[in-house]
């Protein structure tokens, strides 16, 4: 961390997005982590992401629980909404928001423990319910506030700062997500945010559930040999599955790519994944199989990176839910207490 | 590219560009922070060790540091007018807020009370000459300077008007050097064989550019009575020869001698006063500063007029013509001034001053005393040693190389000591020590540093004016008042420190992007190693700077490299704050340049005498 707000200044080239901001204007306070946080990397790529969206920043609703994690959403898009939740509750207050304002994007940040741990019921069903929101699971596998204990996510027999050995199992939280059915399943790495970023993006177009688990080491205390949630850990077993090339319309697409080897993913707005195919028989739109992947490449040691899981055709709460198309923030008391002949009507159809 | 080899005492003195700019290497970044501190004794003294007159720079240097000033480049696309720090006019402060009598008993510390034997003599009592005699006095020399004038300065006396250089100043500044023991004595030497006779063991001289150019035209007899040549004029002012001028004036020139012409007819009777120059405006050599103090104070400058005649009736002056020229550039981007075909302009005018350049003469050099002279008159010369063709004399200042400054005369002038002092200790004169590097971590703690690393978003401040109605009217009346301390405080919070470096240890790194995500400039980057041309393309921010090096670690673990962009970069050690393993540190660089005296001396003699 440090004592100072970063300078205001910038460099002369920085270029502006068709809103007219820069980069610099999609930042928050100066972070209080940790020196070497992967969490501030984190920050970063959403920083990124958002910038090169075009999104207005008072459309973006942030919301978080307890921890290191949870802390972030002041570091960044400082003039968006907020919401800093009680510990492991932010799908429920993100779901109810959600409900309220189906207008604003929704991110959701969280940690191994907020959701893994005090959370994990409310982490289940958010994705059941298919709310339509960025779930950042900004996953360390360390208790940092409390100084090192191991989280639920930690893996059985990595190593905690002090030499004890985990023998409990571990949470792995992209196979709980596809299981629970979100329609957007990542695995990434805060030291990459080459993949990150454009995870980020499609996670944010993705008109459902959409979880990115971003491991993100905790240099304070599980960046150790043994640790299996480190920077030289990560970068030695990341399997990456796929390089995701995210494209807001199908008219901006002007890579060309060798024929092969290339899945494109079209998406409800409109807007293209790209999927530069790393692994042969890697196919992110079969979940039986990617679920088959993940599980077998955790046996190997490897942890498995890019976008896991995606379902073209999702669908949100709202559309579940069969709600109004307007915000019901936005609808008046006429609309909303329609008259007792109304309630009648309502009652006689109930009977 | 190849690790940056930050051993090179060259690598991070030119990433303190205003120190690297000066001529003579001025740590800048030190004394301002001094003023921060409030200790401007102390900063006077650095400035004084460094560049001699503090005071009379602080209001005449022509600041090469100041283009050079990270600041201007950081404050692009950000500050409706990206300014460098002021620089000079906080060189100023230091003269006038320092403690007088603390600074001129340290300064008369460095006298030495007991000879070497060894006697010099300085021709020209000029910026030049006293760096020498302050250089070599304390170390036991015995130094006469001899001068034309009574008083000691040259032109820093004479050509630079007292409403922007005021008499104390000088006399302070040239009386701490004569204080050393150095022996002023007027005398106008005119046999350079006669000198030699006196029994000198070295000879430096450092006698200007005193003739200025002539403009050789029709009418220049004619109207002689009232064509005079700049710098004499503007000499003759100094020592109160000439009191006043016609109410018309045209002043010829485009360089700052030209500009203190002006302002000075201004002040002793000018009422319509223009200064008409060849080239454009934007090419004129006098500094920008001084082109606008000029405008201020009512003078117009007009350009692309080349000077035809000089119109007189009955043996008076009454006017000049002159041709109207446009500027044309050849395939080779050279200029050309040709005519516009339109009729010639004419203007009336009582008095004409001409300022159209200077030149060396030594016309008291014997042809044939051993001294030889280049096509241009200039005296043969070693670049590095200022050693002329006879090895015990020395030429510096406007007298070597031609007319350039007080800066440049200063940097030879220590040059030149340098080498008479390893000339009289039988020593090689081009062995010579390179400056003598330190770089000190400046961490105090987990986020804290002994240089105040928050970053100012201050604009430029400007530096007050007494009221144009009282500078004008009175010739002695200084102009600028410089800034008050509160006000110099502030423009001390704009300088960067680019002196505190970052330093990278590669070994340490553990590639966790901190300094990358945090650095507000988007200077550092990790990517494949490549080719200077390719990296520079591929770094977060693209790196078309290239005055300004890059920054390249060795391979880290990931096999890619750390490649900083030294250009923009704020030194504010937020990448250092924010990086776990201390793989970036930031130490402060002080490059002490080679004066005379034991530290420039190999002591290759003593080597041989012991073996």
Known sequence: MTFLAKPKLHHPTLPKNKLGFTRRDYEGKVSTLCAGCGHDSISAALIQAFWELDIQPHRVAKMSGIGCSSKTPDYFLGQSHGFNTVHGRMPSVLTGANLANRDLIYLGVSGDGDSASIGLGQFAHVMRRGVNMTYILENNGVYGLTKGQFSATADKGSKAKKGSINADSAIDTVSLALLMGATFVARSFSGDKHQLVPLVKAAIAHQGAAFIDVISPCVAFNNHAGSTKSYEYIREHNEAVNRLDFWPTREAITVDYSAGGVIEVPTHDGSILKLRKLHEDYDPSDKINASAMIASAAVKGEVLTGLLYVAPDAEDLHAHLNTYETAFNTLGEKELCPGSAMLEKINAGLR | ?611
């Open chain 2, 1 to 611: 590219m190849q690790p940056t080899d930050i051993r090179n005492p060259d690598y991070f003195h030119k990433v303190v560009d205003c120190q690297w700019a000066c001529p003579a290497h001025t740590p800048v970044p030190e004394y301002i922070r001094l003023i921060a501190a409030g200790r401007y004794s102390d900063a006077y003294l650095v400035n004084w060790k460094s560049n001699v007159f503090p005071g009379i720079l602080g209001r005449t240097c022509d600041r090469p540091c100041e283009p050079a000033c990270r600041r201007g480049r950081v404050e692009e696309a950000q500050q409706a007018k990206p300014e460098p720090v002021a620089i000079c006019r906080l060189k100023r402060v230091t003269a006038d807020y320092k403690d007088d009598d603390d600074v001129k008993k340290r300064i008369a510390a460095g006298k030495k009370t007991k000879s070497n034997g060894k006697k010099i003599v300085c021709i020209g009592a000029g910026p030049a000459s006293l760096t020498v005699a302050r250089d070599l006095a304390p170390l036991g020399y015995e130094v006469t300077v001899f001068d034309q004038d009574p008083r000691a300065g040259g032109m820093i006396w004479s050509q630079i008007p007292r409403f922007r250089l005021p008499l104390e100043v000088i006399d302070e500044e040239v009386n701490y050097i004569l204080d050393l023991g150095v022996s002023f004595k007027q005398r106008k030497i005119t046999s350079m064989k006669e000198v030699m006779k006196e029994g000198y063991d070295a000879i430096f001289v450092g006698s200007g550019a005193p003739r200025g150019r002539d403009l050789d035209i029709p009418g220049r007899k004619e109207g002689a009575k009232n064509i005079h040549i700049g710098i004499d004029w503007l000499s003759s002012v100094s020592f109160g020869h000439t009191t006043k001028i016609g109410k018309r004036v045209i002043v010829l020139g485009g360089g700052n001698t030209a500009m203190d012409c002006c302002r000075t007819s201004k002040r002793i009777g000018g009422e319509d006063v223009k200064v008409i120059v060849r080239s454009g405006f934007d090419e004129m050599k006098a500094s920008p500063w001084e082109k606008e103090d000029a405008q201020h104070e009512g003078i117009p400058i007009m350009n692309f007029l080349v000077p035809k005649s000089f119109i007189t009736q009955g043996g008076k002056l009454t006017g000049m013509t002159f041709e109207k020229v446009k500027a044309v550039y050849d395939d080779k981007g050279k200029r050309s001034l040709v005519s516009t075909g339109e009729p010639d302009q004419a203007f009336e005018c009582d008095d004409v001053l001409v300022a159209v350049g200077q030149e060396n003469s030594f016309p008291w050099i014997e042809k044939d005393c051993g001294i030889e002279f280049d096509k241009w008159g200039l005296p043969v010369l070693d670049k590095a040693t200022f050693q002329a063709s006879v090895p015990n004399v020395f030429f510096g200042g406007d007298s070597a190389f031609g007319p350039k400054n007080i800066i440049w005369a200063v940097a030879h002038g220590h040059d030149a000591a340098v080498s008479i002092d390893k000339l009289l200790n039988s020593e090689d004169l081009k062995l010579r020590p390179a400056p003598g590097v330190t770089l000190v971590s400046q961490k105090m703690g987990i986020h804290e540093w002994s240089y105040d690393n928050e970053i100012a978003g201050d604009a430029r401040y400007k530096v007050p004016w007494a009221d144009i109605k009282a500078t004008l009217k009175n010739v002695k009346m200084e102009v600028e008042l410089g800034f008050d301390v509160a006000t110099a405080w502030k423009e001390a919070q704009r300088c960067l420190n680019c002196d505190v470096q970052t330093v990278f240890t590669d070994k340490l790194c553990i590639e966790c992007d901190a300094c990358v995500d945090i650095c507000p400039m988007d200077c550092i980057s990790f990517v494949p190693n490549a080719e200077e041309e390719v990296l520079r393309k591929n770094l977060n921010a693209p790196a078309t700077n290239l005055t300004q090096d890059l920054y390249v670690s060795g391979p880290l673990k990931t096999m890619r490299v750390m490649a900083k962009d030294e250009d923009v970069c704020l030194h504010c050690g937020l990448c250092a704050e924010r990086c776990p393993t201390g793989a970036w540190d930031m130490q402060k660089f002080l490059a002490e340049m080679t004066y005379a005296g034991d530290g420039c001396r190999n002591h290759q003699n003593q080597k041989k005498k012991a073996a």
